[in-house]
């Protein structure tokens, strides 16, 4: 039986623990060896999976949880297409690319989405497991001959093949790219798109900003502006909807789509399922151990494809990698009113900074709710939230919510938190969390646990994430206020992560205002909506919070796309543009789950 030995390296301190794993191993002399790293770090250990028996004694004896040992089925024998190296991470299959068509990549972070995507760009060359001896190209291309990467890698070897891609973190295109957005575009107009590209991506505002002074939202247009202008056999977009509003997902979609119809071959990992739906041909799950091992499925349809990720359960494979099905129901409208459940209310509000000015209708939200808050980037809703918090005051209005108890868990939380992990999540609550079941469920809930001894510096984008969330809502308050807690996570921890603040606020019989781009996760989330129109960066309205369909349909509208419910699952799914659910749902106004 194949088996995979993982040593999380930056977990390991046998300093700290006397190398326990070592001195418990059966296999002594060769199953668990020390090795000394020329980087001064000391030495660690090193398993020999050649001799590890797959006991499991060093796993449990690791105070750490530092170390893994996978037994993998028989049938994945010969499989691997990379390892990075003894005790690392390792793939097992590629995705399978269709011409003309988008090949979409569904799974949890740490599945070897971005080294597949890596692979297929030519960026990393596979090794097929043998990291000390990598392979040339004539023996890759026999390892998969009979499939159609076999052809793909032929060519792209032989260099016959040219493959763009749009990589997963933009924000690092500051230190690279120097020059205004104009510049960087023209110079890489190969297929004449420039122009209509700029008008569909709303580019001109940016146009002759220099690249080092663009947000985040800006950031990932351009990249994908940049790909999209050059020619190319293969394109390949990793998360291209982060940072982006539902709006401008909409527009880049459209334009990716454009590609497939013109016969190119594409390739997408996406987290938000809608747009995962909205775009893909066809899709592979990958599922295995995050930062262990990722196993890529055989393609399937879109709707089959997601509909088993959210089971759990791959049929074809006989393969369980999720304890329980993510499902999704309709929610009746709470009748809050009737049932005398104590509110609080805020009056109109008016923000006026010059080039920009934000008017809010008085509302109110019920204890216990969660109050979901939709509109384009640039309109206001982060502006509504310091309001609340009281980091801004109106000029009409004053400070709605003064003399209440709040916790907000800001829109960018990129260097805001120093210091370890355990520490931060301690001081928020105020005790020890490991002393409060509640506490321990909720940081559980949010996979905290193994990361306690870490510092808060060396967490990945997701991993900080999780933190912000754990801090803000493990303090005692009466309002939580989270500005956008999906970035940076994947499916699973979207739909662990909306659980926890819907179970946590309904608990604390608080108060909750959640901004969210995500329609898939408001789904989830939100009792009611508030909607924010108008024009973004000049002028933004909110509407008093509407019921959830009321909120939604009002929301869809003005995008001018539907959305219905899949008839397995439940999950909301949109409607292709002009398709015959499409006509009937517009013609009779309900662009929410007819």
Not at 160 to 168: F, G, M, N, S
Not at 248 to 270: C, M, N, P, S
């Amino acid at each position: 039986m194949p088996r995979i030995a993982i040593l999380d390296r930056e977990r390991c301190k046998p300093e700290d623990c006397g190398r326990e794993c070592m001195r418990f191993c059966p296999e002594v002399r060769g199953g668990i060896e020390a090795v000394k790293f020329p980087e001064g770090k000391g030495s660690q250990p090193l398993i020999a999976e050649a001799l590890c028996s797959g006991c499991g004694i060093c796993v449990k004896k690791c105070p750490f949880k530092a170390i893994s040992i996978i037994n993998l089925p028989e049938r994945l024998e010969g499989e691997c297409v990379h390892r990075y190296g003894p005790n690392s991470f390792e793939l097992l299959r590629l995705p399978e690319p269709g011409e003309g068509a988008i090949t979409g990549l569904i799974g949890r972070n740490g599945m070897g989405k971005s080294t597949a995507l890596r692979i297929l760009s030519g960026e990393l060359k596979p090794n097929l497991g043998d990291y000390e001896s990598p392979p040339d190209w004539d023996r890759i291309i026999k390892r998969f001959r009979g499939s159609v990467l076999q052809e793909y890698f032929r060519k792209l070897s032989g260099g016959e093949l040219k493959v763009i891609r749009k990589p997963q973190y933009v924000d690092g295109i500051r230190s690279v790219v120097r020059g205004r957005v104009r510049e960087v575009l023209e110079g890489l107009d190969e297929a004449n798109r420039l122009s209509r590209i700029k008008d569909e991506f709303h580019l001109g505002p940016i146009y002759e900003r220099e690249v080092k002074d663009l947000s985040g939202g800006e950031l990932q247009r351009l990249a994908i502006a940049a790909a999209l202008l050059r020619e190319a056999d293969v394109y390949i977009f990793d998360e291209p909807s982060s940072h982006l509003d539902v709006y401008q997902r909409l527009e880049v979609a459209k334009g990716i789509r454009r590609l497939a119809d013109e016969g190119r071959t594409v390739f997408l990992a996406e987290h938000d399922l809608a747009m995962l739906d909205y775009l893909s041909d066809q899709v592979c799950i990958l599922y295995g151990e995050p930062g262990a091992y990722g196993i890529v499925s055989h393609p399937k349809g879109v709707r089959n494809g997601i509909n088993i990720y959210l089971d759990g359960y791959m049929p074809d494979e006989n393969m369980r990698f999720r304890d329980e099905p993510i499902k999704f129901s309709p929610k009746p409208p709470r009748r809050a009113e009737d049932l005398g459940i104590p509110y609080l209310r805020w009056p109109r509000l008016v923000k006026d900074y010059g080039q920009f000015r934000l008017e809010v209708s008085p509302g109110r939200i019920f204890q216990g709710e969660v109050l979901g808050l939709m509109g384009p980037n640039g309109i206001g809703k982060t502006t509504f939230i310091e309001l609340l918090a009281g980091l801004e005051r109106a000029d009409v209005g004053g400070a709605p919510l003064e003399g209440y108890e709040l916790s907000l868990k800001p829109q960018y939380i990129s260097g805001l938190y120093r210091g370890v992990v355990g520490e931060l999540i301690k001081e928020a609550l105020g005790a020890d969390p490991l002393e409060l079941p509640e506490a321990v469920e909720l940081v559980k809930s949010l996979g905290l646990d193994g990361l306690m001894e870490r510092r808060a510096e060396n967490l990945s984008g997701g991993e900080l994430q999780r933190l912000a969330i754990a801090i803000c809502l493990l303090k005692d308050a009466q309002i939580y206020l989270l500005d956008e807690p999906c970035a940076y996570l994947d499916i699973e921890e979207r739909f662990s992560v909306a659980k926890v603040i819907k179970r946590r606020v309904m608990e604390a019989r608080a108060f909750g205002f959640v901004v969210e781009h995500d329609i898939i996760l408001q789904d989830l989330l939100a009792d009611r909506l508030m909607v924010f129109l108008g024009r973004p960066g000049e002028e933004g309205f909110a509407g008093e919070p509407q019921a959830l369909k009321d909120g939604m349909n009002s929301f869809l509208k003005d995008l001018g796309v539907t959305f219905r419910r899949d008839a397995d699952t439940g999950r909301p799914r949109v409607n292709k543009p002009g398709s015959r659910l499409d006509r009937i749902q517009k013609g009779s106004g309900e662009y929410y789950y007819a």
